[in-house]
């Protein structure tokens, strides 16, 4: 039952792909055998009719099967064969990797089987793969090793295939003779087997090789071979062989010939629109005009072979070309265009020289003990007698030469320790001069540190000094007014109108008190730094107002403007720190003012920041002072009514400014004003 089943499946299996009798017999007998040797060697035979007709992929179902059983029964004969057709398989599917790993050990498995048959076919097989990568030398060398043991077989089949790998390497190794010898027996062989399409591959072959060798009578020999066969009846192949026909024809002055076969070829390729094969009839008929003296059509024939050539970048047929209108030019006395003709012609073959690959224009003969089947195992041997040939005086010769480089080898070592060892020394003392530098280096760079930190203490002495000096005059000014009008209210001695009349000075002299302590303990807070914002939004016309009522007083002594432009707009900073930037402005701008000026407070958007300003018309500031201002060296000049400053006023709105995200700049031009301006943040920086 279970041998019925099996048959069954195995005769669904092939008939779907099998046309013939002898896979059917085969497919059937298999199913019938046991599981041994026989077994595989039915299915080896099928394995081949399948590889025959190419389809590889059934088997390969069919190598999985018999590669098991062969292992199963240890079949050596079965496993080394369909390790062999394994390896044909993946050559056909381009799996160069796994094709080189099977043949390789196929080989290794005939070698122990000593099947010298299938030892050649594997390095048949080797050699083709190769010479088609390109490996040429290493291709010939595993042919060329198999040929002795395939002719003497008589293989056909695998003859064939290697006569023309051979001759196709051997022609594109530019080697002719040995192109010609391994065509011709290709084309012996492909006789034999008639196979028509290899017979016209290799006729074609051999008449541009004989080409190439000026033997123009066996080059049309082999090119009319090719018409006269069934397959020279198609277009394809006759547009090709009749303009080289024609060719061979003109190169031994044979016109009429060349004429026939070129006009025929013009024809079909014009027809076909075969440009790449009009070209060279175009250029074949150009050249034979030109001979036969028919100057007009020759030029003109030639000018359209050129502009195909280009418009196809054949580069061969190109040079033709230049060749030719050199020879034309020159026949009709026009030297000059000869000359360029020429000029090109050689440019251009001076380029196809350059990028073709350099070859050998012979292959160095394979020696006669490289023709073995396992030339690629060879080891070198050393003959048992050799060693007995060698003379007692060489033997000494020898012993004194290895005495004397073991010596220098001795000496050359003690040196070589002597040398470490001084290198040593001399990198240990120069590590200690290196860490030495670094000290001193260390040293002198906090020396530079301690310098500067006490130019710095001294600086801060100073400005110290002069602000005690100034804070005790005029903080001591103010509140010995502000005392001295506390007295009089006391004592009564005030009339009504006279404290009305005193009202504005008190005022001043508070406001002053005041802003001479903001910014004294900003200043401290600075230098001590631990001066921190609290940002938050707040409204900037809001702090205007409150800032201008302050100053109404002042603004009205001393006869000065004030023009609010400001608007209901937000910023995002610390309100009190931005409030003591602001009276400080205003204070600055009031004290620089004369009567009649104008004071403008305004604010604005621009790129997504609030900028505010507070200009003056007063006296301005010197271009020389302008770069002092902001700066932290206690700068001041007296106003217009002789009043008197800290310096420290713009230096601590620079400060406030800065730590709130802003920025602070001045415009000033002298005798026409000043202007202020800072620039603040609308929203927390991480915010869109």
């Not at 199913?31 to 190419?54: C, M, P, R």
């Not at 003969?365 to 396992?374: F, G, H």
């Not at 060698?390 to 000496?411: A, N, P, Q, R």
């Not at 040398?419 to 030495?436: E, M, P």
Request: proline residues 1%; hydrophobic residues 35%; aromatic residues 8%.
């Amino acid at each position: 039952m279970r041998s019925t089943i099996t048959l069954i499946l195995l005769l669904h299996l092939f008939f779907g792909f099998s046309q013939t009798k002898e896979l059917d017999s085969l497919s059937i007998a298999l199913g019938f055998e046991t599981n041994d040797s026989l077994k595989v060697d039915t299915s080896l035979k099928i394995i081949d009719l399948l590889y025959d007709s190419q389809n590889f992929d059934q088997a390969l179902k069919y190598i999985k099967l018999s590669d098991q059983l062969s292992s199963d029964i240890n079949y050596e004969k079965g496993i080394a064969n369909i390790t062999y057709y394994k390896a044909l398989i993946y050559a056909k599917k381009n799996d160069y990797i796994n094709a080189m790993d099977g043949y390789n050990k196929a080989k290794t498995l005939f070698n122990k089987l000593k099947d010298t048959l299938h030892v050649a076919k594997v390095n048949n097989s080797i050699g083709l793969i190769e010479m088609e990568r390109g490996n040429f030398s290493k291709g010939l060398q595993y042919s060329l090793s198999a040929i002795r043991e395939l002719e003497s077989r008589g293989l056909s089949h695998e003859l064939r295939d290697v006569y023309v790998s051979l001759g196709q390497t051997y022609y594109k190794l530019n080697d002719v003779d040995k192109a010609i010898e391994y065509n011709l027996k290709a084309l012996d062989t492909q006789e034999q087997m008639n196979d028509s399409e290899g017979v016209n591959n290799s006729s074609l072959l051999l008449a541009e090789l004989y080409s190439k060798m000026k033997e123009h009578r066996k080059a049309i020999q082999f090119y009319e071979k090719v018409l006269n066969s069934s397959k020279g009846k198609i277009d394809s192949i006759r547009s090709n062989v009749l303009p080289k026909l024609g060719g061979e024809y003109l190169a031994f002055n044979d016109f009429d010939s060349a004429a026939k076969y070129l006009i025929q070829g013009l024809k079909l390729n014009r027809r076909n629109n075969n440009k790449a094969d009009l070209v060279t009839t175009l250029n074949n008929l150009g050249q034979l005009n030109l001979s036969k003296g028919n100057l007009r059509t020759a030029a003109k024939q030639l000018y359209e072979a050129g502009a195909i050539a280009k418009k196809l970048n054949n580069a061969d047929e190109l040079l033709r070309y230049y060749g030719l209108m050199k020879t034309l030019d020159s026949t009709t006395k026009r030297f000059d265009r000869a000359f360029v003709w020429q000029r090109r012609y050689y440019n251009l073959k001076d380029s196809i020289d350059k990028s073709k690959i350099q070859t050998p224009q012979k292959t160095n003969a394979v020696e006669a003990t490289d023709l073995s089947l396992n030339f690629d195992n060879k080891t070198i041997k050393t003959e048992v007698g050799s060693k007995n040939t060698v003379s007692t005086k060489y033997e000494d010769k020898l012993k004194k030469f290895k005495f004397f480089f073991y010596t220098l080898l001795g000496i050359l070592a003690i040196v070589c320790i002597f040398l470490v060892l001084a290198y040593l020394k001399q990198n240990n003392s120069l590590k200690s001069v290196q860490d030495l530098e670094e000290q001193n280096l260390k040293i002198q760079l906090q020396n530079e540190a301690y310098i500067e930190q006490t130019k710095h203490l001294e600086s801060i002495n100073n400005v110290k000094d002069k602000l005690f000096s100034i804070v005790s005059h005029d903080l001591k000014d103010s509140l010995s007014s502000i005392n001295g009008f506390i007295d009089l209210l006391r004592d009564g001695s005030l009339s009504r109108e006279e404290f009305d009349n005193l009202i504005p000075e008190l005022s001043e002299n508070a406001n002053n008190a005041s802003l001479l302590l903001f910014n004294l303990l900003n200043w401290s807070k600075s230098q001590m730094q631990s001066l921190k914002p609290s940002p938050s939004l707040f409204d900037i016309q809001e702090v205007f107002e409150e800032k201008i009522k302050l100053v109404d007083q002042r603004l009205e002594s001393k006869g000065i403007e004030l023009v609010d432009h400001s608007l209901r707009d937000f910023a995002y900073a610390d309100r009190s720190m931005i409030e003591i930037v602001i009276q400080n402005l205003l204070a600055n701008a009031l004290k620089f003012s004369r009567k009649g000026d104008t004071i403008t407070v305004s604010n604005h958007i621009s790129n997504g920041s609030c900028i505010i300003s507070v200009a003056d018309t007063g006296v301005g500031i010197p271009s020389h002072n302008l770069e002092k201002l902001f700066k932290n060296n206690t700068y001041t000049t007296m106003g217009t009514n002789n009043e008197k400053g800290t310096g420290l006023g713009l230096s601590i709105c620079k400060e406030l400014v800065e730590l709130n995200g802003g920025k602070i700049w001045v415009e000033s031009t002298v005798n026409s004003g000043s202007t202020f301006y800072i620039q603040l943040p609308k929203s927390k920086p991480n915010e869109a």
